[in-house]
């Protein structure tokens, strides 16, 4: 005979372990379809970055080279005034020699 007051194993039935399964997988899944949709937005959204990305790269190169150019034009201009300086320092004292 079993004593009516010692403790009884607590035994789960199956429909119960269903029940409780069933709550806990449903919103698993849909967690999981929430998760899917947004991993396609980000994947939508990395990839209009990438795309906005190479077009400044290519902007950036662009101006890059235009800014090579202005340099090399800066420099040329540098040295004609450096030449102009120097003609109109002779010009200058060719001045001073003919007017005292």
């Known amino acids: 005979m079993t004593d009516p007051l010692s403790p009884q ?3 789960i039935s199956w429909e119960r372990a269903k029940d409780f399964l069933t709550i806990l997988v449903i919103p698993v899944f849909l967690w999981c379809g929430k998760v899917s949709i947004n991993l396609e937005v980000l994947g939508e959204k990395v990839g209009r970055a990438e ?7 290519v902007r950036l190169e662009a101006q890059r080279e235009r800014s090579t150019e202005t340099h090399e034009r800066l420099a040329r201009v ?4 450096v030449g102009l300086t120097e003609r109109i320092n002779e010009i200058k004292s060719l001045l001073e020699r003919i007017v005292p």
Do not use: G, S
Not at 51 to 57: A, C, M, R, S, Y
Not at 78 to 81: A, I, S, T
């Open 78 to 81: 540098e040295v004609r005034l």
């Open 51 to 57: 795309t906005t990305i190479e077009k400044l790269d």
């Open 9 to 11: 194993p607590k035994i």
